[in-house]
């Protein structure tokens, strides 16, 4: 009979790896930049053409190759990185020569030209995955491959390529990612004969953001910095009130790759739960490190995803990291739209044996490029957001941490019976007294839920209410949890509601009205009531709502300084229940630009 199974040909063995990893002129970028970012290359030059249907050239100034590696590299399942099976599991490179270059080679017209320092320079033609020749070329140190024609022997893939203008998208959106992962490497891209991305190498963050996007979107981004059980996140995210509802830039990386992970990106904006509107999506650049172990990189053939040990875990600190962001001063709306201070550390990857000595690793200066005792990777000085103990031990309040003095706490100024300023070491804050007094009653009586409930006050004179079906409907379903909010209300029939009790949140409080709205707004829905998560926080969000003082009330000296300290004494004190700002900043270096008194 004859043979049912046979080993293919390399050649067709190749074609079809190159399904799983060659998808798309961008995935051809993708791996040979990764190629020269292992390599320890410091600029990396990409030039298409036709969006890289017609020619893709990709050159460093890494490690190159003398002839036998440059052959080798050609080879299926050549690479230096991986020797034995735990190196699979702890590898930490994207790869080094040799793992994409047989795949791209086998759909394309392939040439690679490489030379090592003080060597000969070579030169391997492959066509089809045929190589066609070897040759000594001259050429500076690092390596350049050139991929024209790419599925000329695979027309079938060829027709399912998009429009030149797509295509230079996709790796437009391949480069910013990789440059967003390896800082100090520069990077260029040009698109028939037009520069589409000129980025200088960079030490910092906040500096490649705004290369790549601007001044104004980077600077409207604010640190994350948080540690816990060994997960470490690092990055910039959205200030909240920066967050728009329309396209937005997200970025994850992990061990120097970027991946995709939709459970994630959830998880962080959970984390912006009540200081966004319903439906703002905020910009994230989260860079991510967890223990060798605990994730696996090799799931997908292209590196875009991975799978977590524990993936509710890394859930929760993505969370926890963004809440803890959100409640520092940097959260708070400003007027200064410059891109924050260059001090953001950025998790990056283990550099690789390929590496020259003392060669760091891609994102940071060759001197950090070290893992501390205990094994977790050693990063950026960074700027936390967590409030750090004094030298004495206390830990400072959040008024401290915005910068107030102590002489000046008591230094409050009310502008048009609405607003509150204060002045602080750096500038000043405007206060909105309605934002600040909603988020402090949610805060409060979200607790009081945790506690059991809050006390009320007994009514001199009971209050009778007569609502619609759907309001009164509300108070039989929600009735003790009004109780517990303070209200004691009691359907009496006929769509009447006897209030016997009410809370006391401050003098100017007035209960029927406050809860004839609380009960309007949760039968009827709005964006508020649909942006919670329980009927706990429903309740709450309603509550302070309708509860807090005015825009237009004057407040004493006293009670000014006592919605200062309480506002401050809560967890997320820049950021109302709405998802609008409770504090403005005005830097005093943006008040002397504005007067004219430097730059």
Same mark, same amino acid.
Request: proline residues 6%.
């Given at each position: ?6 080993? +293919? ?14 998808? %798309? ?56 990185? !991986? ?33 090592? /320092? ?11 995955? #045929? ?21 000329? =022997? ?8 998009? /429009? ?6 996709? !790796? ?18 040009? /698109? ?9 190498? $960079? ?60 459970? +994630? ?7 912006? #739960? ?20 605990? *994730? ?30 959100? &409640? ?24 690789? &044996?390929?590496? @020259?000595?003392? $060669? ?14 205990? @094994? ?31 002489? =000046? ?76 909010? @303070? ?9 009447? *509601? ?5 809370? =006391? ?56 300084? %006592?919605?200062?300290?309480? +506002? ?18 005005? &830097? ?12």
């Amino acid at each position: 009979m004859p043979r049912r199974i046979q080993v +293919l040909p390399d050649t067709l063995a190749n074609q079809i790896a190159a399904g799983e990893v060659v998808e %798309r002129p961008a995935s051809v970028v993708k791996e040979l930049v990764e190629n020269a970012l292992d390599a320890a290359a410091t600029r990396v030059e990409v030039v298409i053409r036709n969006g890289g249907k017609t020619e893709i050239r990709v050159s460093d100034d890494g490690y190159g190759m003398g002839r036998e590696d440059a052959l080798l590299a050609l080879d299926r399942h050549a690479t230096s990185k !991986i020797s034995s099976e735990d190196d699979l599991r702890a590898v930490r490179t994207f790869g080094f020569r040799g793992e994409a270059l047989p795949s791209i080679g086998s759909v394309s017209r392939l040439t690679l030209e490489t030379a090592e /320092s003080g060597g000969v320079g070579n030169r391997v033609r492959v066509s089809g995955g #045929r190589i066609m020749g070897a040759e000594d070329c001259a050429r500076q140190p690092g390596t350049t491959v050139l991929v024209r024609s790419l599925f000329f =022997n695979v027309p079938a893939r060829a027709k399912f390529l998009k /429009s030149a203008a797509v295509e230079t998208r996709a !790796i437009a959106d391949v480069m910013t990612s990789l440059a967003l992962a390896n800082l100090s490497a520069a990077f260029r891209l040009e /698109s028939n004969g037009r520069t589409l991305m000129e980025l200088p190498a $960079t030490r910092d963050l906040p500096s490649r953001a705004a290369d790549l996007w601007g001044d104004e979107f980077a600077g409207a981004l604010i640190p994350v910095d948080h540690r816990v059980d060994g997960i470490e996140i690092a990055g910039l995210v959205d200030r909240p009130d920066a967050a728009v509802s329309g396209p937005r830039r997200v970025h994850l990386f992990i061990a120097g790759r970027p991946f995709r992970d939709r459970s +994630l990106v959830a998880a962080a904006e959970r984390g912006y #739960r009540t200081t966004v509107p319903r439906g703002a999506k905020p910009s994230l650049l989260l860079y991510l490190d967890v223990p060798d172990g605990r *994730v696996d990189v090799n799931v997908h053939p292209a590196k875009a995803e991975v799978r977590f040990g524990d993936p509710a875990g890394v859930e929760a600190a993505i969370e926890a990291a963004i809440h803890s962001a959100l &409640s520092g001063v940097d959260s708070a709306a400003t007027l200064d739209r410059r891109p924050p201070p260059p001090q953001i550390r950025t998790p990056a990857r283990e550099s690789g &044996s390929d590496r @020259g000595p003392g $060669t760091g690793r891609p994102g940071r200066p060759a001197a950090e490029a070290r893992r501390t005792p205990e @094994g977790q990777l050693a990063f950026f000085v960074a700027a936390a957001p967590d409030r750090e103990p004094a030298e004495d031990g206390t830990v400072p309040d959040a008024a401290e941490q915005a910068g107030i003095e102590a002489d =000046n706490r008591y230094s409050l100024w009310q502008v048009h019976d609405s607003y509150i300023i204060a002045e602080t070491r750096s500038g000043m804050l405007i206060i909105d007294q309605h934002s600040a007094h909603e988020r402090i009653l949610f805060e409060a009586l979200m607790r009081d839920f945790d506690a059991g409930g809050r006390p009320s006050q007994r009514l001199l004179f009971p209050v009778t209410l007569r609502l619609s079906p759907g309001e009164y409907a509300v108070v039989e379903q929600t009735q003790s949890l009004l109780a517990m909010a @303070g209200f004691e209300a009691e359907p009496f029939g006929g769509r009447t *509601v006897i209030i016997h009790a009410a809370p =006391n949140p401050h003098p100017w409080f007035d209960a029927e009205r406050c809860l004839r709205e609380m009960v309007a707004e949760l039968a009827e829905g709005s964006e508020l009531t649909r942006a919670a998560r329980t009927q706990y926080e429903r309740l709450a969000m309603t509550f302070a709502c309708k509860a807090a003082i005015k825009a237009g009330q004057r407040l004493s000296v006293e009670e000014r300084q %006592r919605l200062f300290d309480e +506002l401050f004494a809560t967890e997320l004190p820049y950021h109302d229940v709405h998802g609008r700002p409770t504090i403005v900043r005005l &830097s005093l270096d943006e008040l002397e630009r504005r007067f004219g008194r430097h730059g």
